[in-house]
């Protein structure tokens, strides 16, 4: 790190001398170098850096984070404390996995324009993160670790927050692909457990599925009621439902009333009873409701006008007709075979469901005629149009067949008759894919069907048994064999990353010159400012002497002009005059003799400096061209050993 002057103390030159006009007037010095306190970024930024012990503790606990989050680059030695924090922060904000509209390029031994375009947008990136701690480009340039550490720390905590969210996002992806393709011998266990217990639960349902009993009839009386419905169908599958005795006593003990169902209220029985006038209103109720139902077993060996439309499968009128007068004899004579269910009434009520159920079905029949003319109203306008579209079609493609007839007579008949070689050929070859796609297909179905037979053959003989057990040893040992390879090349690779880590602590040739050319170029401008800030105060410095001998001249004019006339009134006070006058004289000869004794003396240092000036220039010459001969015995060096080596191998 290179530095400028220090400001001056007591009679310092590089003081005004306007602030040091009590001391005694000197010469200026030329400025010296002052120990390290201040660091350049720039041709014309100067930033001020503290190296106290506060610093480097912050410095060592923003490195220890660094690495704990996991950027090794931070152990490197060789690299700047610049390099090691700013490149420790891009890291941590790249990781955040935040979405920003700026470019984060960091790069090592960066020039100073570089580093400070970088530490600008990295404050500019924190507000947008919504980071809790303020920094400032300048702070950052000038290595202020007591304001960087909190930043650091908050990124540190951030990105270790957003890898766990990514590392367990990450996991589960991973995990969700290997399902996909792998499977483990837990997961195969545990389908052929699922599928036998499918299969169990599916035979169980099917063994104890309920089964209908009884079948109302079509033209039995509808029932209105829910709960009367309800006990039709648990009647269907063979369930007669009714109240317990224990169920009667409880509505005793709290109503003292039993109301009958509402099945019982259609009836005109809807008064209270005791548990014997309840058993046999539900007595009742059950073979009122049985009397609309047929047994299952009966009907399926009667012969039903369904049956005999779908054996039939005709849809003629006079097929039609037979099968309605069919039911209607099968209903009469069923009713012919239950008087004494049905009465007289019912029977009217029969005939009259029979009468509406058939002029719904004309009705229903009659729709279906409408609704078929129609859609075929419909599909014959449509078939027109398309008619008509596809006699314009056809009209266009003659046209374009004659056009092409025109064309083919004018055209070569070779050409043509080599283009329908080769579209027949075409054909052809498309026609023997198919088939020899077919016979691939049918072959490897063959062969999976033999394969599956040796299987079951081999299953069955046990002869797969033992080369089974020999393949698992095999396979265990390969196992063991591929677990210590490695751990082996895990102890390999550790040992690699420890000696690349060596390597890169160790600054090679060309990062050895660049830090050179840097520091070259930094001296250089500090050099330049240096001189120019010198040159700037001796001219203050001559200015300031040429003003105070001109106020002096000056006053002592005037104080000469003041008092000649006072001076020339009488002979003794102008005796004393002349007297003072060659005393200022005197003085001003003698200011002027040590004067030019300075002149003198600052010339010799001069020329004295400049020889030893001359001198240093010869040594650094010599310095630069035994560097060159040096590289060039060293480019040798390299030459003959790698040409010693490939000799040897």
Partial sequence: MLCCPPTGGRGDPWRPRSERSHEAPRSPRPPSPAPPCREWHGPDALVETREDEEQNIKLTEILELLVAAGYFRARIKGLSPFDKVVGGMTWCITTCNFDIDVDLLFQENSTIGQKIALTEKIVSVLPKMKCPHRLEPHQIQGLDFIHIFPVVQWLVKRAIETREEMGDYIRSYSISQFQKTHRLPEDDEFMQRKEKAIKTVTDIFEVYKPQRKYKRQKGAEELLDEESKVHATLLEYGRRYGFSRQAGKTEQTEDKKIVLPSGLAAAGKAEPCDEDDLRAAEELRIKTLMTGMAAMATEEGKLTA????????????????????????????????????????????????????????????????????????????????????????????????????????????????????????????????????????????????????????????????????????????????????????????????????????????????????????????????????????????????????????????????????????????????????????????????????????????????????????????????????????????????????????
């Fill in 306 to 649: 369904s049956t005999v439309g779908q054996i039939v499968g005709l849809q003629s009128d006079e097929i039609k007709q037979i099968v309605s007068e069919y039911a209607e004899k099968q209903s009469e004579l069923s009713a012919e075979e239950r008087p004494e269910r049905l009465g007289a009434a019912q029977q009217h009520r029969r005939k009259v469901a029979s009468l509406n159920k058939q002029i719904l079905q004309k009705t229903k029949l009659l729709e279906e005629l409408q609704a078929k003319f129609v859609d075929l109203q419909a599909k014959c306008t449509e078939a027109k149009k398309t008619l008509t579209e596809v006699k314009s079609y056809s009209e266009k493609l003659d046209k374009e067949l004659a056009a092409l007839e025109t064309i083919e007579s004018q055209a070569d008949s070779s050409v043509l008759q080599n283009l329908r070689t080769l579209v027949a050929m075409n054909e052809n070859l498309k026609s023997q894919e198919q088939e020899f796609k077919a016979h691939c297909r049918e072959e490897m179905e063959r062969l999976q069907q033999d394969i599956e037979n040796l299987k079951a053959e081999a299953a069955e003989n046990g002869e797969e048994e033992e080369p089974n057990k020999l393949i698992d040893q095999q396979y265990q040992t390969e196992k063991e064999k591929l677990q210590k390879i490695r751990l082996l090349l895990a102890r390999r690779n550790r040992e690699i990353a420890i000696l690349q880590r060596k390597i890169d602590e160790v600054p090679s040739r060309a990062e050895l010159t660049q830090y050179q050319k840097r520091f070259i170029e930094l001296y250089s401008q500090v050099s330049a400012t240096h001189k120019e800030t010198k040159q700037f105060f001796t001219l203050y410095n001559t200015l300031d002497d040429k003003k105070v001998y001109l106020e002096k001249e000056v006053n002592l004019l005037n104080s000469i002009h003041d008092n000649f006339h006072q001076a020339m009134a009488s002979s003794g006070s102008r005796e004393q005059f002349l007297r003072q006058m060659e005393q200022i004289v005197e003085g001003i000869k003698q200011n002027r003799m040590k004067m030019e004794k300075k002149k003198q003396e600052n010339k010799m240092r001069r020329d004295q400096l400049n020889d030893e000036y001359l001198e240093l220039l010869e040594k650094q010459r010599l310095y630069f061209k035994t560097v060159k001969e040096f590289k060039e015995e060293c480019r040798k060096n390299e030459m003959l050993l790698s040409k010693l080596k490939a000799s040897s191998s």
